[in-house]
């Protein structure tokens, strides 16, 4: 058997293992688990919340069986990039920083961010001299992050950053800073559950409105258009409303 032949067949091997790939039967998602009510875990260690529910409305549309596995939010990018997962469902905004390392489908919900306080503050408004002299918390890692260390921090406010949301919620639940910003609609489900008694609503925080999409490794577009068209779908057929309307009053799209 001569070199050419096992080149030649070396190459054919290789195209239909590509070929294979790219039909996407079998997808392996991660979400965070600490993002309530976007994605949580439970007391049995499921995965809930409708990033959950949304990533298995997708596998459904695109007749896939998925795997959702949870995975740390620092962690999160650097796991895909590694092939440790296919595709990232997790409330993840669309950010030029975040493309150079990896793409995003389609959008499958906007939110702007918000600043909430505690019941009994003076904060009048969510600018830079509003915030002057008081501490604010956020995730780290995240558009709320970036926005309090770049707007805020630079500023000479003191930002505080988490490695989870529900660290920050607690602290400000605890009276440990003064103001958490954050993706609204996280806020907006714990102010009616577990910060109903402490925190208020301050305000959004104009022009901060972001795209949140499924991430996916540069490459993979086969990947990421049947993401696209099964987003159309359950758009088009009534699945996305109905499982936003598990989780909010209102349109997310």
């Given at each position: 058997?001569?070199?050419?032949?096992?080149?030649?067949?070396?190459?054919?091997?290789?195209?239909?293992?590509?070929?294979?790939?790219?039909?996407?039967?079998?997808?392996?998602?991660?979400?965070?688990?600490?993002?309530?009510?976007?994605?949580?875990?439970?007391?049995?260690?499921?995965?809930?919340?409708?990033?959950?529910?949304?990533?298995?409305?997708?596998?459904?549309?695109?007749?896939?069986?998925?795997?959702?596995?949870?995975?740390?939010?620092d962690g999160i990018i650097p796991g895909l990039m590694a092939n440790k997962y296919d595709a990232i469902i997790a409330s993840m905004s669309i950010t030029e920083e975040r493309k150079q390392k990896i793409d995003f489908t389609n959008k499958y919900y906007t939110t702007p961010l918000a600043v909430i306080v505690p019941k009994d503050s003076t904060l009048a408004g969510v600018g830079v001299e509003d915030m002057k002299g008081k501490s604010v918390g956020a995730q780290a890692s995240t558009t709320q992050g970036n926005y309090a260390t770049d707007i805020y921090g630079k500023a000479g406010v003191d930002v505080k950053l988490y490695p989870t949301q529900e660290e920050a919620a607690a602290d400000i639940q605890n009276g440990r800073i003064d103001a958490l910003i954050s993706d609204k609609f996280v806020v907006v489900d714990w102010l009616n559950n577990a910060g109903k008694d402490c925190c208020k609503m301050l305000a959004d925080v104009p022009g901060t409105a972001t795209e949140a999409g499924i991430g996916i490794r540069k490459g993979d577009d086969a990947l990421r258009e049947k993401f696209n068209k099964a987003i159309d779908a359950i758009v088009a057929n009534g699945t996305y409303k109905t499982i936003v309307s598990k989780y909010f009053p209102f349109d997310i799209y």
């Open positions: 058997m001569n070199k050419t032949f096992l080149t030649i067949a070396a190459a054919i091997v290789a195209f239909a293992s590509n070929a294979a790939a790219q039909d996407w039967k079998e997808i392996r998602i991660a979400t965070e688990g600490a993002y309530p009510p976007f994605n949580t875990l439970k007391a049995d260690g499921t995965l809930a919340g409708l990033d959950v529910d949304i990533a298995n409305a997708l596998c459904d549309e695109m007749k896939a069986k998925c795997t959702i596995v949870a995975q740390d939010w």
